[in-house]
């Protein structure tokens, strides 16, 4: 109960947002013009593409060079949560859809469906967060299970579990391994050599190959005597375009050690791994004065973080410091960058995409996608060949 | 308000149901209907019990969500189409289960406030870790009217877990080990403050149950409105089933007239629907173990914050007086009071000082009389007398009001309407006024309550915040005569910062005249977004 305050303030913030997603839902949202892929494009040098899911069911492959909607491809479900991860070379989007229970595997070069897992069978339901990963080498895909068994009278929940799949078996996947993993998982990501990180009550490093699970970076076990128990919520594994796995935390620092929360100051903070390296850090990065939902460092210099809401912010992170912050014209909650790092783009919430210069915090435009809002789904970016 | 960000992401989950069942609901006795539609997935044992089933009780609400979840979620059906059970077959269920498997009166009295639908109750709860594990998305109370066996307090837990995953990922749950905490801890607290057995339930299972045909004297107050009497007549038309008249008055002269009909659960617990002028009304009570007197509320069916606090008197020929109208009278002025009773008769004596001028009318229910108080009357609580009734501390005397109260104190009210599914909720406040009492200083523990006082009603913004973000000039409009506050329309705003909707925190103060100086007191307003399912219990 000692995060009583910010709990409320969380609470009270996430109520009118969301509203405004789900009322703009219900009216419908505006038209935007989506241009189709002309057949036969160019080969060309890499450049930055987007890939989104929005309501109803689709899976937008964007342009950023031109900021238009190269592909729009029909997912055979519906789009919540829409989470979002690319396979290696960047041609297959692995989404977690369904009311957060099938994964669907759109090839986006042509919109074909290669992959599906439903993951619940006979009795028992699952369910996932916001957490699928892929291997390094495109081969396996990782889900994280809440399962339940549904017996006729009543229910047991069952223990999480790490489910493994076989991207090569195509429609219909069955897990091919499963391992025990903690409860309270929301997103995952891989490092380059295979480690999967789990982003639970604290970070987890599991060893896909034999279900191996150390700690990575303590969060909410974390014990220091300054600090009140961190709490972090995040359903975007967004930071591959940093070679990161991040996420925020917010914690207060007490004056001493009489722990008293009203004098305590609030703090931002986030855990990474370096997915290269595999180095685990966690620190504060700035005072909290606001509530953000997602933050990512910047490509090339770790040093700048940015995070969002409400406002978009950016952080001197040795410094503690909040450096820049501009209102925006409604809540976004996601972002990424540029694989250059020179761009923001801000998605989730409504059907449009925000582009911000990541030096001047300058509005540079916006990509308005067809259809319903993008809700949570995670906009992956990536330069490639098309 | 309470919920998170994920909570309310999966509300939209649409279930994989257990459609492997199919059961058909005939009509005819409770029994039949629950062997044919409950018997299946519910397993028979001995003694005539169902698996499940025959481990909790509850109140009739209670009774009516977990069946209605039922047909929702698992499917109940009627032969092999997906007809909904019909309302009258639930009814008969609930009626068949709340009076086997119910809750004594004194196991429901400290939680009425949720069946009265009395929403802006702050709930204390003893046991802080049993707060936030079970009473951070829905009220303690919606757990405290519920007795169950260790393992189906166990059975609860997963249910919640399976069907609502977020209940570990939410503000709450992620800062444990929610799944374990629940098991471990809450379980075994539960089945000890809530377990199914208790003497309460024994002795009340075989107390004979009173009789609620008759005439009741009605006596109550709504906030906006003021005070309310009058008289209401139950016909007894089978067992445990009423029809009803009503007739009553507001202190301002509205009347309040028609028809109904009443339903007793579990012996004491009475629910009825009226038709009052144009407006359709639903009553819960309780009635005491003598039968002679019932209390709980009555509110508008479709404004449930709208509404009556409630007492019931039977009109069995005593002689009570139960009320006076309004309560209490300034030293040195001239007023009209209104005794309310049932079977008034014989001499009327106030208190000294108290000087009746004129008696404008009496009856056996009704007497309204001109009162003089006197200048130098001693400030107090003074009682009243009629016949040989007496009604102790009745009619409070006082000579300044020295500081209000706003009542409730915190208050949520919720946009609506704007072609939305939800109505605006509202929320009505009312002004208690104190004297300082003897000493002259208030705040002191001779302090006197006077009783609601008409005031003059505004808002404004609580804190910087809701300052710098206009809450005065989106959230709603307070009537300044009524107290009642009226939200805003529901939606995202376009003239508000970041498209926001109409939500607002602001301070209600109330203002009452004084000669030339004016008395305030003030309270706390939270207009938020809408609730999207109204649950009988909250």
Redesign the interface.
């Known amino acids: 109960?000692r995060?009583t305050k910010l709990?409320i303030f969380?609470?009270?913030l996430?109520?009118?947002?969301?509203?405004?997603s789900t009322?703009?839902l219900?009216v419908g949202c505006s038209q935007a013009v989506t241009k189709t892929d002309p057949d036969g494009y160019p080969k060309a040098a890499p450049k930055d593409y987007m890939v989104i899911v929005n309501r109803p069911n689709r899976v937008n492959l964007i342009d950023l060079t031109t900021n238009q909607i190269v592909r729009s491809c029909q997912l055979p479900g519906t789009a919540?949560?829409g989470t979002v991860v690319m396979s290696p070379d960047n041609r297959i989007a692995y989404i977690l859809a369904d009311?957060?229970?099938n994964v669907y595997g759109v090839n986006i070069d042509n919109c074909e469906l290669v992959f599906s897992a439903f993951q619940?069978y006979a009795?028992i339901?699952i369910?996932s967060?916001a957490s699928i990963a892929i291997s390094p080498d495109g081969k396996s895909l990782y889900t994280h299970q809440?399962p339940?068994r549904?017996l006729?009278?009543?229910?047991?929940?069952m223990d999480t579990r790490i489910a493994v799949y076989n991207t090569a078996d195509g429609l219909k996947a069955q897990p091919v391994k499963t391992y025990p993993a903690p409860?309270?998982v929301?997103i995952m990501a891989t490092d380059k050599n295979g480690t999967l990180y789990l982003g639970a009550?604290d970070i987890y490093a599991m060893n896909p190959n034999t279900g191996e699970t150390r700690l990575a970076i303590k969060s909410?076990g974390l014990e220091t005597p300054h600090f009140s128990?961190r709490?972090?919520?995040t359903?975007w594994p967004i930071g591959s375009v940093s070679n990161e796995f991040i996420r925020m935390y917010t914690t207060a620092r007490y004056q001493d050690e009489t722990q008293d929360i009203d004098k305590a100051k609030w703090l931002w903070g986030y855990e990474r791994i370096d997915l290269t390296t595999g180095e685990a850090e966690s620190r504060e990065f700035g005072p909290l004065e606001v509530v953000l939902f997602t933050g990512m460092t910047r490509p090339g210099d770790k040093n700048q973080m940015y995070a969002v809401l409400?406002q978009l912010k950016k952080y001197d992170v040795s410094r503690q410091q909040e450096l820049m912050s501009v209102?925006?014209?409604?809540?976004y909650y996601c972002l990424n960058f540029s694989t250059d790092g020179s761009k923001i783009y801000l998605a989730g919430t409504f059907n449009d995409i925000a582009i911000y210069d990541a030096d001047t915090l300058q509005k540079l435009g916006n990509i308005q996608l067809t259809g319903g809002d993008m809700?949570?789904s995670t906009p992956q970016i990536f330069a490639r060949e098309i | 308000?309470?919920?998170?960000?994920?909570i309310?992401?999966?509300h939209?989950?649409?279930?994989?149901l257990?459609s492997s069942?199919a059961f058909s609901i005939q009509a005819g006795s409770p029994e039949q209907i629950i062997r044919n539609n409950c018997v299946?997935?519910?397993?028979p044992e001995s003694d005539d019990k169902l698996?499940?089933i025959s481990y909790q009780r509850r109140t009739p609400e209670g009774w009516e969500m977990t069946i209605a979840r039922m047909q929702l979620m698992h499917h109940v059906r009627i032969s092999d189409q997906e007809i909904p059970i019909s309302d009258e077959i639930i009814q008969k269920l609930v009626k068949y289960f709340a009076d086997r498997q119910g809750l004594a009166p004194s196991e429901s009295a400290n939680y009425r406030y949720i069946l009265e639908r009395r929403l802006n109750v702050v709930e204390q709860h003893p046991d802080?870790e049993f707060a936030?594990m079970c009473a951070r998305c829905h009220s303690g109370a919606r757990v405290a009217l519920q007795r169950r066996t260790e393992q189906e307090w166990r059975?609860l837990?997963?249910?919640h877990?399976?069907?609502f995953?977020t209940s570990?990922?939410s503000?709450?749950g992620?800062?444990r080990?929610?799944?374990e905490v629940a098991l471990n801890n809450t379980v075994p607290y539960l089945a000890k403050h809530y377990p199914l057995k208790t003497q309460a339930w024994t002795e009340w299972q075989k107390v004979k149950k009173p009789q609620l045909e008759g005439s009741w004297r009605l006596i109550g107050n709504q906030p906006g409105k003021g005070d309310f009497q009058g008289v209401m007549t139950a016909i007894e038309t089978e067992k445990d089933n009423y029809k009803l008249s009503v007739s009553g008055y507001y202190a301002n002269g509205d009347s309040l007239t028609g028809e109904g009909s009443a339903i007793v659960y579990t012996g004491y617990e009475w629910r009825s629907t009226l038709t009052l002028d144009t407006q359709v009304f639903n009553q819960v009570m309780a009635a005491n173990g003598h039968g002679d007197e019932m209390s709980g509320r009555m509110f508008l069916r479709d404004h449930e914050e709208t509404g009556i606090q409630l007492s019931a008197t039977k009109m069995d020929g005593k002689s009570r007086v139960l009320g006076v109208m309004p309560n209490h009278i300034k030293a040195g002025t001239e007023q009209t009071l209104r005794l309310v009773g049932t079977a008034l008769a014989g001499d009327i004596v106030l208190a000294k000082g108290l000087m009746i001028t004129d008696t404008v009318s009496r009856d056996s229910e009704n007497i309204l009389l001109k009162v003089k108080a006197a200048k130098d009357l001693a400030v107090g609580n003074t009682d009243i007398k009629v016949g040989n009734s007496r009604l102790m501390n009745g009619l409070v005397v006082y000579d300044q009001v020295s500081h209000l109260e706003v009542e409730p104190s915190y208050a949520v009210a919720r946009v609506g309407d704007n072609g939305?599914a939800t109505r605006k909720t509202l929320a009505s406040f009312q002004a208690v006024g104190y004297s300082a009492g003897v000493d002259g200083k208030p705040g002191t523990e001779d302090d006197l309550r006077i009783g609601y006082l008409p005031a003059q009603w505004s808002v404004r913004a609580f804190n910087a915040q809701a300052e710098k973000d206009q809450d005065v000039h989106f959230a709603g409009k307070m009537n300044k005569n009524t107290g009642i506050f009226t939200p805003a329309a529901?939606?995202?705003n376009p003239k508000r910062?970041?498209?926001?909707?109409n939500?607002g925190n602001l301070a209600v103060i109330a203002t009452v005249q004084q000669g030339d100086k004016s008395v305030t007191g003030t309270g706390q307003l939270l207009v938020?977004?809408q609730r999207w399912n109204n649950p009988p219990i909250r």
């Not at chain 1, 996430?14 to 405004?20: E, K, M, V």
């Not at chain 1, 006729?152 to 929940?157: K, L, P, W």
């Not at chain 1, 209102?327 to 809540?331: G, I, Q, S, V």
């Open positions: 109960m995060m709990m969380l609470t009270n996430s109520a009118r947002s969301l509203l405004i009322v703009m219900m919540a949560p009311h957060f229970s619940s009795n339901r369910r967060l809440n339940v549904l006729s009278d009543h229910f047991e929940v409860r309270q929301t009550p909410r128990q709490d972090s919520l359903v409400t209102d925006l014209e409604h809540t809700s949570m | 308000m309470r919920k998170h960000l994920l309310s992401l999966f939209g989950v649409v279930l994989t257990l069942f299946g997935c519910h397993i698996s499940r802080a936030v059975h837990v997963h249910f877990l399976g069907q995953p570990e990922y503000a709450g992620r800062d080990n929610w799944f939305g529901a939606g995202p910062k970041y498209s926001t909707n939500a938020t977004v």
